[in-house]
């Protein structure tokens, strides 16, 4: 079974700053994908940022980055030069090819930008 | 091109009673997924459709199924609704359902079972 562990249910940063979110899993499978998701106080999900296990190297997307550690597995978030627009609900996720096209979601860490 | 679309955003309903949910999927996607996402449980998966066809189903108890058709359009139903059925659906969708895909979400639906 793929699980996924969010331990920080709430975080804070002044803007400008820099954030880390933390995301743990656990799968006995070798290949499969990892993925930051935003929702935003509209509720709509936003895809952040993903990493294929495969991959070695971080993903990163502008002010967003990842530190995946396989061996570990965790997969946290770091958020650069926080924006008023990044409070939001984060959410990471998990998704296997063997389990077909589902995301197993962990619980989710809600950021606050402070102003 | 328009996002992902739900209809409609808001329903409450009493104990007992049946609902049916919408889905547009982003022109020429072809996979529509949805998810159940409550307080307590957080994101749990439904199904998936594509091409008018069941591909994948999560844990729910048979009350809870779906269809799609052939302009990918999803519905999803509910019958005999439980006071824990309260939740924001959502739905998601991709261009093949292939993992490499992106998917989008909806802004989801807010059910309200009294």
């Known amino acids: 079974a793929q699980t996924v562990t969010q331990s920080q249910p709430e975080m804070s940063v002044q803007e400008a700053e820099t954030v880390t979110l933390s995301c743990t899993y656990d799968?006995?499978?070798?290949?499969?994908?990892l993925f930051w998701y935003k929702q935003p106080p509209s509720r709509q999900m936003i895809l952040v940022i993903r990493?294929?296990?495969?991959?070695?190297q971080n993903a990163t997307e502008n002010r967003f980055s990842v530190n995946f550690q396989k061996a570990a597995k965790s997969f946290s978030l770091k958020i650069s030069d926080s924006q008023l627009g990044d409070t939001a609900m984060y959410f990471c996720?998990?998704?296997?090819?063997?389990?077909?096209?589902?995301?197993?979601f962990g619980t989710g860490t809600s950021l606050t930008v402070i102003p | 091109k328009a996002g992902v679309t739900q209809t409609p955003r808001y329903l409450i309903k009493t104990r007992g009673q049946q609902v049916t949910l919408s889905c547009s999927p982003i022109?020429?996607?072809?996979?529509v997924s949805w998810y159940q996402q409550t307080p307590g449980q957080g994101l749990q998966f439904l199904f998936e459709y594509f091409s008018e066809t069941q591909r994948n189903k999560g844990n729910f108890p048979g009350r809870f199924s779906g269809r799609q058709f052939s302009n990918s359009r999803s519905e999803m139903n509910v019958s005999t609704l439980e006071l824990g059925d309260s939740a924001l659906y959502l739905c998601?969708?991709?261009?093949?359902?292939?993992?490499?895909?992106?998917?989008?979400f909806g802004p989801g639906t807010r059910l309200t079972v009294l």
């Open positions: 998601a969708s991709s261009s093949s359902g292939q993992i490499t895909d992106t998917q989008y």
């Open positions: 990493q294929e296990a495969y991959k070695q």
């Open positions: 799968t006995s499978e070798n290949n499969y994908y």
């Open positions: 996720a998990f998704m296997n090819p063997n389990t077909g096209n589902q995301f197993y």
């Open positions: 022109s020429g996607h072809r996979s």
